[in-house]
């Protein structure tokens, strides 16, 4: 046989003209009925067993063995690779498939007589029987395995009704199997050799491509359920909609992670405009970095952004202020990371800001937190009344006679004397400072550039701090060549020592601004004196003039009356004393 399968169609000698003659009499015998013999059919037949060699050797094996339930049910259907067979080849697939009709003793003939022929992509084929006729050869060491069932085609061509008890009784294979649904065609259930069920959907899009799109996992769904689903979504398909492609466009859209990382790259490069139409700044940047970093991230940076709803956004803002993302106090330098109404405000004020930078720029359709309602946060509303500055000079002077830093109480008296900010008062610069004018002269704050009024005491005190050092800032660091920093730690061991609470540098700022409304100054002039951004077109008419000098200087002076244990003095008397001091001076 194997001479004859393999060697040339020419018959050379007799004995296998006998052969043949003996094929063709038992292939009548086993599977053709003698009333209805017809050797065109098994001239067919053979050509088809060509074609089926042509299409392996071509590159079909496997392969073709996965049917496309959309394109009928049953063997005479192939997948989409060979959507054309011949119908040759239809007709010996199907002669070889459908041959169960036949008696027991014809099956048994044919499958030890005609296993030689079949192609290794037929589903049933299998190596011939040892010890049989065309077997003769010795057994290998280990037993062969079990012949499969020429007769039985492969599990995953099965169609019908799929039911619970139809899908548990599927057990998993080497490789994916498919059970698919004969009521719903495109619907039906992957068997991976995990074992793990899921139902499925395929189709083909507007473009011809067959796609497969998972519906959920069997055990979470019914079989009710998920042909329901299926219905829906084989129903989108025909409007146009391919589920597919967009689940793949949702895993793959921009996450809130990129749009972060995004926005922290080209603000730090200044291709970003923030407030008053300028470069969003480096000190916003580092406080956007760290929300970013330690709140949003963690939340819901791998969120599709498409996907997010304000709902969603809210709810963030809720478990920032509920505490979710607070972490315990690290050992060495470095607060706590705390929730709060307030950070949880700034945190979505940041997370707005990003994602209209991106929805302007085109890189979102539309930003999830538009019209987001921000949580009122509590601001600190805590100053130093005229005993409590009296106490806090006293504690000082008596600290810095028992060794504290000298830097760091003379930036909280000078933060004091001005109601500059904190870091205003710490990086300010030499150059920057002009006693003759009472004033300092600021690059950069966070209203932009400024020219900002000090009092006669607040320019001494100045003057004095800027001998000490050689270096270019006014309060040098006790090391290297930057700033001093350490201020807060100062501040806070003064007030633990004095007795007083909830006591930061911009409480100082705001005790400068409560003593000069005390003292009947009106609130433009405050604005003036702390240097609050214009929001009004009268005050942007306000310059440094006469009397904002005036004012600085005599608030100053009160401050520094109350810092040295004296007592607070009304308007008139500071004017008569004013005007006394004037008089003696002529004299």
Partial sequence: ??????????????????????LLACLHNAYIPKSKFNVSKLIRFFKASKSFSLLRKNGAGEEIRTLDPNLGNGFGSFSPQFPNPSKDTKYYYNSIAYIDQKPESATLRFATVFRQLLPPCFPGYAAPAWGSRFGARAPPAQSPKPERNLLEP????????????????????????????????????????????????????????????VIGQYGVLTVEQARDHAKKKLASVIDGADPSAERHAIRQGL?????????????????????????????????????????????????????????????????????????????????????????????????????????????????PAAGVRIMASQKLKRHLNAGEIRHMGKV?????????????????????????????????????????????????????????????????????????????????????DGHFIGV???????????????????????????LAASLGFSELTISGLLGHAPRGVTQRYVHLDTALVIAADQVSAEIARLLAGGELQSVREVKQARTLASLRAVA
């Avoid at 060697?7 to 004995?15: A, E, F, N, R």
């Avoid at 495109?186 to 995990?194: A, D, E, L, T, W």
């Avoid at 060495?332 to 707005?352: F, Y």
């Avoid at 807060?488 to 409560?514: I, M, N, Q, W, Y």
């Fill in 1 to 22: 046989m194997r001479e004859f399968v393999n060697g040339p169609w020419l018959i050379k000698k007799v004995s296998e003209i006998i052969w043949l003659f003996r």
């Fill in 488 to 514: 807060v730690r100062v501040l806070d061991r003064v007030c633990a020592r004095a007795g007083l609470k909830e006591v930061t540098p911009h409480t100082l700022r705001h005790s400068f601004a409560s």
């Fill in 255 to 367: 996450t809130i992670s990129a749009i972060c990382d995004w926005y922290l790259t080209e603000a730090e490069a200044g291709r970003l405009i923030g407030r008053n139409r300028r470069p969003i700044k480096a000190s916003t940047i580092c406080g956007d970095r760290s929300r970013i970093d330690l709140h949003i991230k963690p939340l819901i940076g791998n969120r599709v952004v498409s996907q997010l709803k304000l709902a969603d956004i809210e709810r963030l803002q809720g478990d920032i202020a509920a505490g979710r993302t607070a972490k315990t106090c690290k050992v060495g330098r470095g607060g706590r990371t705390a929730g709060g109404i307030g950070v949880a405000s700034r945190s979505i004020s940041t997370l707005r800001s990003l994602l209209n930078h991106a929805r302007r720029l085109g890189l979102i359709e539309a930003s």
């Fill in 154 to 213: 492969p599990k995953e061509f099965y169609m019908t009704r799929l039911t619970k008890r139809i899908i548990d009784s599927a057990k998993p294979g080497s490789r994916d199997s498919f059970l698919w649904d004969s009521e719903l065609k495109g619907f039906g259930v992957r068997i991976k050799p995990s074992g793990t069920r899921s139902f499925i959907i395929q189709y083909r899009n507007l473009e011809g491509r067959t796609r497969r799109c």
């Fill in 396 to 480: 000082m002077t008596q600290m810095e006679s028992e060794g504290e830093h000298p830097t760091a109480l003379a930036a909280i008296r000078v933060m004091l004397l001005t109601g500059f900010r904190r870091m205003e008062v710490l990086a300010m610069r030499k150059e920057w400072v002009q006693p003759d004018d009472n004033l300092v002269r600021f690059p950069d704050t966070k209203s932009g550039p400024q020219m900002r009024v000090a009092g006669d005491e607040a320019m001494a005190l100045l003057e004095k701090q800027a001998l000490r050092s050689q270096s270019p800032f006014v309060f040098p660091a006790d090391w290297g």
